[in-house]
């Protein structure tokens, strides 16, 4: 069925570095009466011979303004100047969504990534995308292991920003192109690899090209092999009982993670690894088992799991709201944490308890049919093979029982 098309919200791409606007740009913007742009785009305007008397709107700080201010009177003409093609991690979107596809045209132009990609000679079609500009910095983590990636910036994740976050999520050795101020006369393009720009202090506007080379080297679980993970004095949640675990939680595609007691890191490790848009926080108190969770993040590229010092339920207060929860461990705890997992959970979620002694078990069990939670436990009895000076053996692990705990 053909769509009738009323337009009256033009939304216009301007190219980087763009000292002119066509005349079909020219003659909507007359025909408008509110102008929203960026002040660098509105002077192009009376630059270009435009003719435009209605009111202008800086774009900076008043975007939820204009945007409410279209979609309520709807006789009110507007045009919204923007960089590159609007509908690319651009203000289309918002337009679109609040005063629908019927009443707004988009004019996309040349975008700073199309030119970035160029300048550095590399191809874009197998490239994953994401905007860090007014996002946080852990925008990144879901695209990491991409063979190419393209990253607009901002002030804070510059690109020295963005080579610290790498190196510490373990991804130091990716190429990575620089390209500020593009199509303008300062242009500056640079090329290296994820250590060169730690150091860097351009305060243009950036665009991010990281490029890797090989294949993805992440493991790929459940059940990863212990020796994969550096952990403390053999805790460690075991790969039998971590891919039973993952399997109870009935991980979504995205969301956060709550790791408790997370000792090694290994289960949110593995989480992430096989979700990489979940956001997981791998909560412990030990000193020594905190530092190995950093180091094992490093260490498998886990660039998503955040690891928080401290102890539950008191070191959960400042985390978003989980959608699933993991306890390994709770430091006598277990009450509390189940209280305020239950108070701030998903109304989907799932809670997972781990437990090697009869009185966490109790505790947990109690717990639910006390508060009228749903509850079910399987308890993992696993053996390994170890070799012997006369062949192979079979070696019995200590049996843990995993409780999953949902709301009625």
């Known amino acids: 069925m053909d769509r009738v098309l009323v337009r009256r919200v033009y939304v216009l791409g301007v190219a980087p570095g763009t000292t002119a606007l066509t005349p079909e740009a020219l003659e909507r913007i007359g025909s408008c009466d509110l102008l929203v742009s960026a002040a660098r785009h509105r002077e192009l305007v009376g630059e270009c011979g435009g003719d435009f008397g209605g009111e202008f709107l800086p774009v900076e700080g008043h975007v939820s303004e204009a945007v409410k201010r279209v979609a309520e009177n709807t006789e009110l003409k507007a045009a919204f100047l923007a960089s590159g093609d609007p509908g690319f991690f651009g203000i289309a979107s918002l337009l679109v969504a609040k005063i629908g596809a019927a009443e707004v045209e988009i004019v996309p132009a040349v975008s700073s990534m199309q030119l970035a990609f160029s300048r550095l000679g590399v191809s874009w079609s197998d490239a994953s995308m994401a905007s860090l500009h007014g996002r946080g910095i852990d925008g990144l983590a879901p695209v990491l292991g991409a063979p190419k990636i393209g990253l607009f910036t901002d002030d804070e994740n510059n690109p020295a920003a963005i080579a610290r976050y790498l190196i510490d999520a373990g991804w130091g050795e990716l ?110 108190r030990d000193d020594e088992a905190f530092g190995h969770i950093v180091e094992n993040r490093k260490k498998l590229r886990a660039a998503g799991v955040t690891p928080v010092h401290g102890l539950a339920p008191e070191a959960l207060t400042d985390l978003p709201d989980p959608d699933r929860v993991f306890i390994g461990g709770s430091g006598g705890n277990l009450n509390e944490v189940l209280d305020l997992c239950a108070a701030r959970i998903a109304d989907n979620g799932v809670i997972v308890v781990s437990a090697v002694l009869d009185t ?18 399987t308890e993992i009895i696993a053996a390994r093979s170890s070799r012997t000076g006369a062949g192979v053996r079979k070696v019995a692990q200590n049996p843990i029982t995993l409780i999953r705990i949902t709301r009625a």
Not at 360 to 377: I, K, L, N
């Open 175 to 284: 190429s990575m192109g620089v390209c500020t101020n593009l199509g303008m006369e300062d242009e500056r393009v640079s090329w290296g690899i994820v250590p060169d720009f730690l150091d860097w202090n351009d305060a243009g506007l950036s665009v991010v090209v990281l490029v890797r080379t090989g294949t993805d080297p992440r493991p790929l679980g459940p059940g990863l092999e212990e020796e994969r993970f550096v952990y403390p004095r053999g805790r460690i949640t075991k790969r039998e009982v971590r891919s039973a675990a993952l399997g109870l939680l009935s991980l979504p595609r995205a969301g956060v993670l709550w790791d408790i007691g997370a000792g090694s890191g290994s289960v949110g490790i593995e989480a992430f690894l096989l979700s990489s848009t979940l956001k997981v926080f791998s909560v412990e």
């Open 360 to 377: 966490t078990f109790s505790d947990a069990v109690g717990w639910a049919q006390r508060t009228g939670w749903e509850c079910e436990w």
